[in-house]
């Protein structure tokens, strides 16, 4: 034979014993010793012996073993103690017990201490070959359920990020911008319209970053009177009006060294505008009712659903202010434009309101799929959500039907004037029929006006005349 014949006949032979499972057998008695490593050498396994406890302890310090086969009554160290003492060496291997003076109390006390099984002397040849068989088996389903939860958690890994549920190209992308800005004090604006999740994407930032042991606060800047907004934000002085009876620290003060969530930065006054910008270039705050500055270390973070480029022109924002907070722009998609991920949310709702409510919902009908891709959702995933906590709660089976769906929906869902998807095959098909829809309705409605088109649409101008070329409606 060639040397080359040689070698290829030597690696087979490799390979052959690399895949045997390793066995060893403890026991004193050595007709049983040698019984049992011929019967398991002729079945294919690769055999090890020793004479006891001891020996069987230093035979798993050298190597690993996919079994053990152990006597309990044994000189120097019985099966028991063995048991107990290499405890931790055994995490990975199966070990099954032998005797011929046994009960059931020995038996369970073996279990306990980590054995598989447990086997009474005399035993025929097959009830040992059986027994490992069924280890083997156990093994094996061991091996696939950790492979399976593995893969479980790889897709879960890559579906989910910091709680928002997603696989669409355009979320993926949004996923990665927040990975490349956490870790920076940058000033980040999240766009896009109301319900699509904004203030989800300003955690992410402020979790996946440097400061994420330090505080996040939010402040809702539509959601307070103008005349309370600015103490909210900077603070105040006992004295500095009727009510101030004492001191009080502001948001960007309780932020610091941790974020700060704008949300809505397009309804802040332009009087506070200009103190925000201040605070962002200078990094300073000045509370109401005080002569002096306080210096703060506060990332920011802020979220509209207005267009600020038309907000600027109007007058209703400073164009300054709009450059210092627009240095990195996340913008979030609507729902209708990343439909493939409604499969993904519709469930992970399901999981969610099923716990909230405690009800047993396993799925939806391909009726209420089809609405659901085919829908619009104007209020985005806000709105997904709560129509499924609605049509979970008032579910009379296991499955969501259309009939559990708000009349509201269904009617806009079934309208002409929605979507017409007769001879559409695929999911991306549908969303840009429907969107070519949308855009032709908004421009007959506004007389081709494309800023009162894109309002209507709750998109920007530069997006909707960027649309507008792709889809031929010049």
């Not at 620290?249 to 060294?257: Q, V």
């Not at 559990?404 to 559409?424: C, I, Q, R």
Request: net charge neutral.
């Amino acid at each position: 034979m060639s040397r080359q014949g040689r070698l290829c006949g030597e690696k087979a032979t490799k390979r052959i014993v690399m895949t045997k499972k390793r066995i060893l057998i403890i026991e004193d008695e050595a007709n049983m010793r040698h019984m049992l490593e011929a019967l398991l050498g002729k079945s294919g396994y690769e055999v090890k012996t020793a004479a006891d406890g001891k020996e069987g302890r230093d035979a798993i310090e050298r190597e690993q073993f996919h079994f053990i086969l152990c006597d309990i009554k044994m000189p120097r160290m019985d099966g028991m103690t063995f048991l107990k003492s290499a405890k931790e060496k055994l995490i990975d291997t199966t070990v099954i017990m032998m005797s011929a003076y046994g009960t059931v109390d020995t038996a369970i006390e073996a279990m306990k201490l980590g054995a598989y099984d447990y086997i009474s002397k005399p035993f025929k040849t097959d009830e040992v070959l059986l027994t490992l068989k069924k280890a083997e088996e156990r093994e094996g389903l061991k091996r696939e359920n950790v492979k399976l939860k593995d893969q479980i958690q790889r897709i879960e890994k890559s579906y989910n990020f910091n709680n928002i549920i997603a696989k669409s190209k355009a979320m993926q992308s949004v996923f990665d911008l927040i990975q490349k800005v956490a870790d920076y004090k940058t000033t980040v604006l999240i766009t896009g319209e109301s319900g699509t999740g904004k203030e989800l994407i300003a955690r992410a930032i402020h979790f996946n970053g440097s400061r994420h042991n330090n505080a996040l606060v939010s402040i809702n800047c539509g959601g307070i009177p103008e005349t309370l907004l600015e103490s909210e934000l900077f603070g105040y002085k006992k004295g500095a009006f009727t009510d101030a009876r004492q001191d009080k620290i502001g948001r960007f003060e309780e932020a610091h060294n941790g974020t700060i969530f704008l949300d809505e930065i397009g309804e802040l006054p332009l009087s506070l505008q200009i103190k925000l910008l201040r605070a962002l270039q200078e990094e300073e705050i000045t509370p109401l009712g005080s002569t002096g500055i306080k210096k703060i270390d506060v990332r920011v973070i802020a979220a509209t659903a207005k267009d600020l480029g038309e907000e600027i022109k109007k007058g209703n924002f400073r164009e300054d202010l709009y450059y210092r907070i627009n240095v990195v722009n996340i913008y979030l998609p609507p729902l209708r434009e990343r439909v493939e991920d409604i499969p993904l949310l519709t469930e992970h709702f399901i999981g969610i309101y099923n716990k909230k409510l405690k009800k047993t919902i396993t799925g939806i009908s391909s009726e209420v799929m089809e609405q659901f891709m085919t829908y619009p959702w104007p209020g985005n995933v806000r709105e997904l959500e709560n129509v499924i906590e609605r049509a979970i709660l008032l579910a009379s089976n296991n499955t969501l039907e259309i009939s559990d769906l708000p009349s509201t929906l269904t009617t806009k869902a079934n309208s002409s004037s929605y979507l017409a998807t007769e001879g559409v095959s695929s999911i991306k098909e549908a969303s840009r029929v429907l969107e070519k829809r949308l855009i032709e309705q908004a421009l007959e409605k506004t007389d081709g006006n494309r800023t009162k088109a894109a309002k209507i649409l709750e998109i920007s101008r530069p997006i909707l005349i960027s649309k507008i070329r792709d889809y031929g409606l010049d």
